[in-house]
């Protein structure tokens, strides 16, 4: 190697060596550091066969996992993180220790259905989202996962929801009119109670079960709802109609 080529990778390997160091002196934190955000699992393929093995473990022994909503992303759906045991056994702990390592997973609230609020804007979706959201965002919960199902077609795990003062938060959603039961592939628990909770709201006509032929077994029917909308507009009287046709009969009788 010539004499003029070794300069100049020495030049080079100097001038690297001088831009570390002085990164490392102007900043109090030393040499940059790998982006520390939080990673969000997107599908199941983010947790192994190995975790999902322990998930139906934990669920057949009956024990609870308490959870804080990071973000309520609709009216049946979050972002979990910040998973602890209530007296986990060791297979549980072990699953805690993976599920946080990932970071915030997308969970659904199993077994019932709510109208959209996102990218589709459905009745009453986004009073739902904002039901959920004043209910437990930002809040612990104890999630209950299913031994019969563990994640939907999604990725999203699956879990029965309840707040710190034992009260199912399906429940409360069925109830209030913002949720019916629906996506049954299995015989899930508490399925009871929930259409127990749905017949009280049908009853009384709340919210969704206020709009005849919206909430059907497929979904919501949006085409019911828009025909509920244009009969209110008709039948809603219009006075100012009514006023100038008193003024018009009035002015032929004078």
Same mark, same amino acid.
């Given at each position: +190697?010539?004499?003029?080529?070794?300069?100049?990778?020495?030049?080079?390997?100097?001038?690297?060596?001088?831009?570390?160091?002085?990164?490392?002196?102007?900043?109090?934190?030393?040499?940059?550091?790998?982006?520390?955000?939080?990673?969000?699992?997107?599908?199941?393929?983010?947790?192994?066969?190995?975790?999902?093995?322990?998930?139906?473990?934990?669920?057949?022994?009956?024990?609870?996992?308490?959870?804080?909503?990071?973000?309520?992303?609709?009216?049946?759906?979050?972002?979990?993180?910040?998973?602890?045991?209530?007296?986990?056994?060791?297979?549980?702990?072990?699953?805690?220790?993976?599920?946080?390592?990932?970071?915030?997973?997308?969970?659904?609230?199993?077994?019932? /259905?709510?109208?959209?609020?996102?990218?589709?804007?459905?009745?009453?979706?986004?009073?739902?989202?904002?039901?959920?959201?004043?209910?437990?965002?930002?809040?612990?919960?104890?999630?209950?996962?299913?031994?019969?199902?563990?994640?939907?077609?999604?990725?999203?795990?699956?879990?029965?929801?309840?707040?710190?003062?034992?009260?199912?938060?399906?429940?409360?959603?069925?109830?209030?009119?913002?949720?019916?039961?629906?996506?049954?592939? /299995?015989?899930?628990?508490?399925?009871?109670?929930?259409?127990?909770?749905?017949?009280?709201?049908?009853?009384?006509?709340?919210?969704?079960?206020?709009?005849?032929?919206?909430?059907?077994?497929?979904?919501?029917?949006?085409?019911?709802?828009?025909?509920?909308? /244009?009969?209110?507009?008709?039948?809603?009287?219009?006075?100012?109609?009514?006023?100038?046709?008193?003024?018009?009969?009035?002015?032929? +009788?004078?």
């Amino acid at each position: +190697m010539s004499n003029g080529r070794k300069i100049f990778i020495s030049s080079i390997l100097v001038s690297s060596l001088l831009f570390l160091l002085y990164q490392a002196l102007s900043s109090p934190e030393g040499l940059p550091k790998p982006n520390g955000n939080e990673v969000i699992a997107k599908t199941d393929i983010d947790l192994d066969s190995q975790k999902k093995k322990l998930l139906l473990e934990r669920a057949s022994n009956n024990e609870w996992i308490r959870a804080k909503i990071a973000k309520v992303t609709g009216g049946n759906s979050v972002e979990l993180f910040d998973f602890r045991g209530v007296d986990p056994s060791i297979e549980t702990k072990a699953l805690i220790s993976d599920l946080n390592l990932i970071g915030r997973i997308p969970t659904r609230l199993i077994a019932i /259905d709510t109208p959209e609020s996102t990218t589709v804007i459905q009745p009453y979706g986004k009073e739902a989202l904002a039901f959920t959201k004043n209910l437990i965002e930002d809040k612990y919960i104890f999630i209950q996962i299913d031994t019969k199902v563990t994640y939907d077609k999604y990725g999203r795990l699956l879990a029965h929801f309840f707040t710190l003062e034992g009260e199912s938060v399906q429940k409360i959603l069925l109830e209030q009119g913002y949720a019916r039961v629906a996506y049954l592939y /299995d015989e899930y628990k508490y399925v009871d109670d929930y259409k127990q909770a749905e017949k009280v709201a049908k009853r009384n006509k709340i919210k969704i079960h206020s709009i005849p032929g919206y909430v059907t077994n497929q979904g919501f029917n949006v085409t019911a709802a828009d025909t509920q909308l /244009d009969l209110e507009r008709i039948e809603e009287p219009n006075y100012n109609d009514l006023f100038q046709a008193f003024e018009l009969i009035e002015g032929l +009788m004078e």
